[in-house]
């Protein structure tokens, strides 16, 4: 006899993403208890329900998560797009201290409430297009203060009422301040001393941005080391412009991802294979910064390595708030399959999050959270461009 159900979504073909492939389930159901999952499978099997929806045919995925996004931050960088155009390169502009910094001094003048507004419509864009979870860094205030403020606008951006979970991710480790250019260890010091122990309670994990714009190995090994120490997860984003060895460290540290990765090499695969990382791939910064390097995709699967697929939506290298285009060119630049690209952006993506056991497939026990979708197969979800396909979406079972 099976478990009775509040809601129950049927007439579906299912891309569950568990198991082998994408999970399909051709003729499917899925059930909800409250905002659970309590069936999955095979529609002549499922559950009486109160409420029973007929999904014509439609397909199901688990709904979507973005699990790299630099969501929060004041103003934009269309003037430094220009000086990209006319020949400068990212790294001289950062360099110049235009770059991150420019977005810092925006952000930091910012309040709570302008930096939840200006967030909101580049949310709105991703769930619009079936996003139902959400990783929001902080990392454009780079003081104690303005980190705190930036992880208060990603948290109430999950109340605003738009039905998604939001998930954060102290990056304070994103760039070295003005204030400690001449000190870069002393911006360092602060980052484990104060900023990781106060961010506690706010942030899942900590990020660092490892690179000769960035920070050292050896700083990053220190900010980990207190991350650790308080109980938070790392993460890094690890050879994006040359390959300073960054993956091997976060692998050491058993880190949930590493993201980027262009210029990764094999004992960097191997070290993120035997620690389980997840490697986060983000096509929308190697297109915006026209990088010719590709990550090593053959090498990352041949030593199973999870792969996530985001939108690394931010100001300077991925002005671009669509998962659905970040999918189309994980596809296209990076020639994932699709397969590879959908499980990038449910089970893969959940993974990176450290949320494995509650949300990126549909089965029972897991969350709710669903993408109903107006395709004859799932294919569709990568091959179109600027196309939005989405029929619903379903937050916590409702
Ligand atoms: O993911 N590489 C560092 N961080 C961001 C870019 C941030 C920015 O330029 O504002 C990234 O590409
Ligand atoms: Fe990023």
Same mark, same amino acid.
């Given at each position: ?21 994408? @999970?399909?389930? #051709?003729? &499917? ?61 990212? +790294? =001289? ?5 235009? @770059? ?12 709570? =409430? ?26 454009? &205030?780079?003081?104690?203060? #303005? ?28 760039? %070295?301040?003005? +204030?400690?250019?001449?000190?870069? =260890? ?24 490892? +690179? ?20 938070? @997860?790392?993460?890094?984003?690890? +050879? ?43 096509? @929308? ?19 199973? %390595? ?5 939108? #690394? ?30 499980? &990038? ?14 949300? &990126? ?18 294919? =569709? ?18």
């Amino acid at each position: 006899m099976a478990t009775p159900a509040d809601r129950l979504w049927t007439n579906a073909r299912l891309a569950t993403m568990a198991g082998e492939g994408l @999970g399909a389930v #051709d003729r &499917g159901a899925v059930a909800a208890a409250g905002d659970t999952i309590v069936y999955a499978g095979p529609a002549q099997d499922a559950p009486d329900a109160a409420e029973i929806i007929d999904c014509l045919g439609r397909w199901i995925t688990p709904g979507l998560i973005d699990c790299h996004t630099h969501l929060v931050h004041a103003g934009n960088r269309a003037r430094e797009f220009e000086l990209r155009l006319a020949g400068a390169s990212y +790294e =001289e502009i950062a360099r110049a201290g235009g @770059g991150i910094l420019s977005t810092v001094e925006a952000t930091r003048a910012a309040t709570v =409430e302008e930096l939840v507004a200006s967030a909101l419509p580049r949310l709105d864009q991703l769930t619009g297009e079936g996003v139902t979870t959400v990783e929001i860094k902080s990392g454009y &205030g780079l003081t104690l203060a #303005d980190e705190i403020k930036m992880l208060r606008a990603a948290h109430l951006l999950g109340w605003a009422g738009r039905g998604v979970m939001t998930v954060r991710t102290l990056l304070a480790a994103h760039a %070295v301040p003005p +204030e400690y250019r001449d000190d870069p =260890e002393g911006y360092v010091d602060l980052i484990c001393q104060a900023i990781i122990p106060a961010a506690r309670r706010e942030a899942h994990a900590v990020d660092a941005y490892c +690179e000769g714009i960035g920070f050292t190995l050896a700083q990053v090994d220190r900010i980990f080391a207190a991350a650790r120490e308080h109980g938070l @997860g790392v993460r890094m984003h690890a +050879e994006q412009l040359s390959n300073m060895h960054g993956a091997a460290l976060a692998a050491r540290h058993g880190a949930l991802s590493a993201d980027h990765l262009e210029h990764l090499d094999a004992e960097g695969v191997a070290a993120m294979a035997a620690a389980g990382t997840v490697a986060v791939l983000l096509p @929308g910064a190697f297109y915006f910064t026209r990088e010719t390097k590709l990550p090593p995709v053959q090498a990352l699967r041949d030593a199973g %390595v999870p792969i996530a697929v985001a939108s #690394d939506c931010n100001p300077g290298t991925s002005p671009m708030a669509s998962i659905l285009l970040a999918v189309n060119m994980g596809a296209t630049l990076f020639r994932l399959t699709v397969d590879e690209c959908l499980l &990038g952006v449910t089970r893969n993506a959940a993974r990176a999050l450290g949320l494995g056991h509650l949300i &990126g497939t549909i089965e029972p026990g897991k969350l709710c959270n669903l993408a109903i979708w107006d395709v004859e197969a799932p294919a =569709e979800l990568a091959y179109r461009i600027g196309a939005n396909p989405l029929h619903a979406r379903v937050f916590r079972g409702i």
